[in-house]
């Protein structure tokens, strides 16, 4: 009897994995396909670019029903934006360092990819780009070094939005890290909840309290 019950645990458990494994398959495809259609939009105007610095953070609204899932739960106003990184430079070009999830990505947790590709899978007129403020000058510097440190450690992605545990990181949770626990310039209020709203939300990403928002998209929708 006993054995049957784990048989039956296992084949649940076994059933779920297949589910989400196939919606993200087909969200996937789904993303593909919106990139594809919206290919020829340009996300961010030349003049734009020219406010860019390393170590600014990049916001975007991606594509997708899990998305729109995060977009409307958690970030729906002013910026319905889903996913997090940190523009740095490589190879002379403008590049982010982010964390993504091996069901949406060929790799692993942190990554780096250069910024006109990043911007694809934006969708048009969701781009916030903000600065950290900081008296010292030398924050950013430190903050895009830092993700290129992280980003060598091959750091896998956090499934389960864990911000005390920095084996694996979330998106969000790669950025706060680095304000929070390397350069302690920016602290996390003390309880779990609010930990988990300031991890999955974004907002303190681009609350004026502790950020300039150096390019905003957003207002060329009419």
């Known amino acids: 009897m ?9 084949g649940v458990l076994f059933f779920i994995i297949i589910c989400i494994k196939l919606f993200f398959y087909l969200d996937t495809l789904e993303e593909k396909k919106e990139v594809q259609n919206k290919f020829n939009y340009a996300r961010i105007s030349p003049t734009e670019i020219t406010k860019i610095q390393e170590g ?44 993504l999830s091996s069901d949406v990505s060929k790799i692993d947790g942190i990554q780096i990819q250069y910024l006109d590709e990043f911007l694809k899978y934006s969708q048009p007129n969701k781009i916030v780009i903000t600065r950290f403020k900081s008296p010292s000058n030398n924050t950013n510097s430190q903050l895009a070094g830092l993700a290129k440190y992280h980003l060598n450690k091959k750091i896998p992605f ?3 939005g864990d911000f005390e545990d920095s084996t694996s990181m979330y998106c969000t949770e790669l950025i706060l890290h680095i304000l929070n626990k390397d350069l302690k310039v920016l602290e996390i209020d003390k309880t779990k909840q609010e930990k988990q709203d300031f991890l999955f939300t974004m907002k303190k990403m681009y609350d004026t309290n502790y950020f ?10 009419k």
């Open 158 to 160: 956090d499934d389960f």
């Open 56 to 99: 600014d953070l990049i916001l975007r609204r991606g594509f997708g029903y899990f998305s729109n899932v995060i977009a409307t739960r958690l970030n729906q106003a002013p910026f319905d934006v889903t996913h997090a990184g940190i523009i740095v430079i490589d190879n002379g070009k403008w590049a982010v360092v982010h964390s």
């Open 212 to 221: 300039k928002i150096v390019v905003n998209t957003y207002q060329h929708i």
């Open 2 to 10: 006993k054995l049957k019950i784990f048989y039956f645990i296992i």
